[in-house]
Nanobody, 127 residues
Framework: QIQLVESGGGLVQTGDSLKLSCVAS????????VGWFRQGPGKEREFVAA????????KYGTSVKGRFTISRDDAKNTMYLQMNNLKPEDAALYFC????????????????????WGQGTRVTVSS
């Protein structure tokens, strides 16, 4: 079973940048399609970004497209979420997720498609 641990959250101001990391252990991350989700207070879990095993195909939620970038470094068993131009509405608990998949070019945008989740890292954005 793969374990995932997020880090990098914190308190920032509107317009600032933040980079989240998610380190995997127990299994090799290269065998997994991975993604980021977030859940704000009183809201449902929302898709943020996903990347294929091949790392050449990415998908983004509408509200973050153009501001956030997902990436992965399988040599470090780590995935990242670079967040730029943060807005108060980006404040949430951010989760990384991973799903074992055979294809190099499959990505998942639904939370139900992922079996493995981290515990989350909180991002707070002050206006």
């Amino acid at each position: 079973q793969i374990q995932l641990v997020e880090s990098g959250g914190g308190l920032v101001q509107t317009g600032d940048s933040l980079k989240l990391s998610c380190v995997a252990s127990g299994r090799t991350l290269s065998s997994y399609a991975v993604g980021w989700f977030r859940q704000g207070p009183g809201k449902e879990r929302e898709f943020v970004a996903a990347i294929t095993r091949s790392a050449d195909v990415t998908k983004y939620g509408t509200s973050v497209k153009g501001r956030f970038t997902i990436s992965r470094d399988d040599a470090k068993n780590t995935m990242y979420l670079q967040m730029n131009n943060l807005k108060p509405e980006d404040a949430a608990l951010y989760f990384c997720a991973a799903q074992s998949v055979g294809s190099l070019r499959v990505s998942y945008t639904e939370a139900s498609q992922y079996r493995n989740w981290g515990q989350g890292t909180r991002v707070t954005v002050s206006s």
